[in-house]
């Protein structure tokens, strides 16, 4: 069974920073992880993706591109986004997720239960 558990959210002021944490537990090791971020009232949005079988391939929604970075270490079975520069619009509830098509906002097989962020102007 596969279980993922994401961390580090919270309430920041506009322009700072946070990075989110993804555990995944069971049989996790996937080619292809990301985020998702969905905000009161609005749809759901794919922030970013990571393809460990094209070296790390990474991919990002504009609206983050150049202030957000994925990673993962399969060592520790962890997903990371690096989030700065944040901005009130980047408040969500965000959540990672297991694709099965590698790019922002791909189908997903796996999600975990999400971590506020909330940013203050």
């Known amino acids: 069974q596969v279980q993922l558990e994401e961390s580090g959210g919270g309430s920041v002021q506009a322009g700072g920073s946070l990075r989110l944490s993804c555990l995944g537990l069971g049989s996790t090791y996937r080619s292809c992880m990301g985020w998702f971020r969905q905000a009161p009232g609005k749809e759901r949005e794919g922030v970013a993706a990571?393809?460990?079988?094209?070296?790390?391939?990474?991919r990002y929604a504009e609206s983050v591109k150049g202030r957000f970075t994925i990673t993962k270490d399969n060592a520790k079975n962890t997903l990371y986004l690096e989030m700065s520069s944040l901005k009130p619009e980047d408040t969500a509830m965000y959540y990672c997720?297991?694709?099965?098509?590698?790019?922002?906002?791909?189908?997903?097989?796996?999600w975990g239960q999400g971590t506020q962020v909330t940013v203050s102007s």
């Open positions: 997720a297991i694709l099965r098509d590698c790019r922002p906002g791909g189908a997903a097989s796996y």
């Open positions: 990571i393809d460990s079988e094209e070296a790390g391939r990474t």
